[in-house]
């Protein structure tokens, strides 16, 4: 606010109040903020008192009270306190009930996120070092026509983000469940290390194609022979491909 000698032009206090012009000359024609003086040339300036009396009602508007209710407010100064204490209650019920709305307006568009279809980058973010997108190209190109690949190409079409994320923990858990069973000294042909690799058939078959034991195996000695595979597993603990591979057989003979 200017000093107690300060005037100002309506264009002025239109700018300094972020109002328009139109509603100051409404203001006025009300008898709610009315200019207090003339300047020579005949125009209608505010002056300090007015100043304060119009920021007063720009105050209380956007509290959002009515010209009437802010007139009977100035007219009655001993009533403002007792107001603004009203209001002052109104406005925080009105913030539990934003902030409740944002909580809602959150877990919508959470609801709305887990729907989104993934793109590569949200891919490679997931599974880091796991998800090459050139090795996705080239098992397309080796097994593209085989009824494994289109059936796992026809369930994922549709996962969401939600869905990998929920993909990604599963297979941890089983890479968790090897690495355990590895370091606590378990011999392949374990029941620990067994029911890991049934764990890891079954895992693929609910999310991806149908897996019997004997295909499994197929997959157990890919996972040695292919270096990139070899070295996903071998980041997790040294030896745990070949474990895994080992697994793998010994449940597809428990299960022959």
Sequence with gaps: MQSAGARMTVGQASDLFGITVRTLHHYDEIGLVVPGERTASGYRVYTYDDLVRLST???????????EEIAQLLADPGSVREHLERQRATVMQRLDELRELVSAIDHALEKDMSNEQMTTADMKELFGDGFQEEYQVEAQQRWGDTPQWKQSAQRTANYTKADWAAIKAEGDAINDAFVAALSSGEPATSEAAMDA??????????????????????LGDLYVCDERFTATYEALAPGLAQYVRDAIHANADRHA
């Design 57 to 67: 009602v720009v105050v209380y508007r956007r509290l959002g009270l009515s010209l």
């Design 197 to 218: 690799a049934e764990a890891h058939r079954a895992h693929i078959e609910q999310r991806f194609y149908d897996l019997d034991h004997e295909f499994h195996r197929n």
